[in-house]
């Protein structure tokens, strides 16, 4: 089992920026790919980012790129999403998402994600 925890979600003005962090723990949670995902209110959870396992890949949504960059920390089991720029329309919660049979590929769908975050909420006003 994998337990994931995110936190540094917030208010911000548009413009401005946030970091997420995701802790992660359990069994060989440093192997797994981490992705992150958001969910608006009546709208579908969507991909965001992701990185592979020891960081060598990383895989961005088109609405993000440019903006936001997906890291991580394995000796911390942490993974980071720093958001720069930031839109109203970025406004979601922010869910934190494990997957442990990527191998080399960076999934964009929430099926292949076994291990998910409870989320943040990040708000940006404008």
């Known amino acids: 089992q994998v337990q994931l925890v995110e936190s540094g979600g917030g208010l911000v003005q548009a413009g401005g920026s946030l970091r997420l962090s995701c802790a992660a723990s359990g069994r060989a949670v440093s192997s797994h790919a981490l992705g992150w995902f958001r969910q608006a209110p009546g709208k579908k959870r969507e991909f965001v980012a992701a990185?592979?396992?020891?960081?060598?890949?990383?895989h961005y949504a088109d609405s993000i790129k440019g903006r936001f960059t997906i890291s991580r920390d394995n000796s911390k089991n942490t993974v980071y999403l720093q958001m720069n720029s930031l839109e109203p329309e970025d406004t979601a919660v922010y869910y934190c998402a494990a997957d442990p049979y990527s191998g080399s590929y960076l999934s964009t769908e929430t099926y292949e994600y076994t291990y998910w975050g409870q989320g943040t909420q990040v708000t940006v006003t404008s």
């Open positions: 990185i592979s396992s020891n960081a060598g890949a990383t």
